[in-house]
């Protein structure tokens, strides 16, 4: 099968031949993966005779696949240096993400809003891209499907979440939302990011 048309259909078009390039060069498997909710992509080092493994979930916009990809590479890259003797996200990945990530600037293939936040980002990388607020804003607003945040919604909003749970959102506790759960009253801290489903008005 070919990789590039594949790849063309979760990342931008002009950005799917070097990550075929890539996945040919570093002898990697690239799995497209169901969505996973605590990650959006993993990589596992060569073990028991398997070569590289990177997943990435399907189910993200083609900027946010790509960024994804390019984390999970980085970390390929690192561990083809280093072996495993260097911290997962410390001083050399963080040289390879911004090395691996400068090829699809020199391609423009990011729209100058989210060039301008994966810049910034880049700055000083952290372990994932949904725990940069700005970066995952602005990747999120290329979502097909837009979604409610919970940093949206005014305080005593009721709210559900994946799998049914309900609850009232409370005031702002340092970066998360202190909310509690209906029916049992425990209280649980949500990250302003948080993809919910508001109740009622």
Request: with cysteine; hydrophobic share 35%; proline share 6%.
């Amino acid at each position: 099968m070919d990789k590039v048309k594949v790849l063309s259909k979760y990342l931008p078009p002009e950005a799917a031949p070097l990550v075929a390039k890539w996945i040919d060069y570093f002898k990697c498997e690239f799995k497209i993966s169901r969505n996973r909710n605590t990650k959006f992509g993993d990589y596992r080092s060569p073990f028991g005779g398997q070569n590289h493994r990177i997943s990435v979930n399907y189910d993200l916009n083609p900027y946010a696949f790509l960024v994804t990809t390019v984390h999970e590479f980085a970390h390929l890259l690192t561990w083809n240096e280093h072996k495993g003797r260097v911290k997962p996200h410390g001083t050399e990945w963080k040289h390879n993400f911004k090395r691996m990530m400068q090829p699809f600037f020199d391609l423009q293939v990011f729209p100058a809003d989210l060039k301008k936040a994966i810049a910034s980002y880049l700055e000083n990388p952290a372990a994932s891209s949904c725990s940069d607020l700005n970066l995952f804003r602005a990747l999120k607003q290329y979502d097909q499907k837009q979604t409610i945040l919970i940093e949206a919604l005014p305080v005593k909003s009721v709210f559900q979440i994946k799998g049914g749970r309900q609850f009232t959102k409370g005031e702002q506790v340092r970066k998360r939302f202190k909310c509690v759960e209906n029916g049992t009253g425990r209280v649980y801290l949500f990250s302003p990011l948080a993809e919910v489903f508001p109740i009622g008005d």
